[in-house]
């Protein structure tokens, strides 16, 4: 297993596709960065702050960038290229051809299979805290560091390293919730020889989950929702810290990883990779 899961990582990272998603948060990062810092698009709250406190620099730091970084993509570009990967690892195999001929090797038909989702858990765990610390240096080489300040029911303020702990636990959590969707993308990988229709899958599960949120028709199915568990990490940034929602959205997330994991790896075992 050790060995699958080496030689897919080392395949994984010879695809030009597997950069697209460093490359592309990099670029977010730089542009969130120039909008800040000369954009001034946080002027009305700094006007009315200023109206009950007596502000000395600014708020806008690295803390504040890596958490407003997270409003931008949580939804968007990182989804996608969790997608972007994760419907790649089975599918590309057999469009390129190369599924039955790796399959007639003798190794185990589920167990190359968890290889592969291995690989694509450890992608996004990577580019999602790859974000945060590039977001962090980048915001910390231009903006400073200091303490952070969220605008959430209110104004709360967190001194600096308590801040660097809290985002780290955010990134930790988004990660888990870019996993569930990735899931869904391998699991429909599995029996389909187009990538591009499992990105999309996953994809389209996403955002049809948000509109489904917001229609009241549809209040009943919520907690089963997965975008209903998506902001958890919100509330590491309010004290107290709710920790039983914050749990209980992690554990709802990895039940919707593995449900989606399983049902791939069945779909597969199942499938005649000789047709």
């Not at 730091?61 to 970084?69: D, I, S």
Request: with cysteine; aromatic share 16%.
């Amino acid at each position: 297993m050790i060995t699958s899961i080496r030689m897919e990582l080392l395949k994984l990272w010879r695809k030009p596709r597997t950069y697209f998603g460093f490359i592309s948060m990099t670029l977010m990062i730089i542009l969130m960065l120039i909008a800040i810092k000369y954009g001034d698009p946080f002027r009305h709250m700094r006007e009315r702050i200023s109206q009950d406190f007596i502000i000395a620099g600014s708020f806008i730091n690295a803390a504040f960038l890596t958490r407003y970084l997270l409003e931008g993509v949580v939804y968007t570009f990182l989804p996608l290229f969790a997608c972007l990967v994760c419907g790649d690892l089975i599918a590309s195999e057999a469009s390129d051809g190369t599924l039955r001929t790796v399959l007639c090797r003798p190794i185990s038909k589920v167990g190359w299979a968890v290889s592969k989702y291995v690989v694509g858990a450890f992608y996004i765990f990577v580019l999602a805290i790859f974000s945060g610390v590039a977001a962090y240096m980048v915001g910390w080489a231009f903006l400073g560091k200091g303490s952070l300040v969220v605008f959430n029911d209110g104004i709360w303020v967190f001194p600096e390293w308590s801040a660097i702990l809290r985002l780290l636990a955010t990134y930790g959590i988004v990660a888990v919730a870019m996993l569930a969707v990735g899931s869904v993308s391998f699991a429909i990988s599995t029996f389909l020889s187009n990538a591009n229709v499992a990105i999309i899958g996953g994809m389209g599960l996403l955002y049809m989950s948000a509109i489904l949120q917001e229609i009241e028709y549809f209040k009943f199915l919520k907690p089963y929702l997965l975008t209903s568990y998506f902001n958890s990490w919100k509330g590491l940034f309010v004290e107290p810290i709710d920790t039983t929602i914050i749990w209980e959205s992690l554990g709802v997330l990895l039940v919707y990883s593995a449900v989606a994991f399983i049902i791939g790896l069945v779909i597969f075992q199942r499938r005649d990779v000789l047709s």
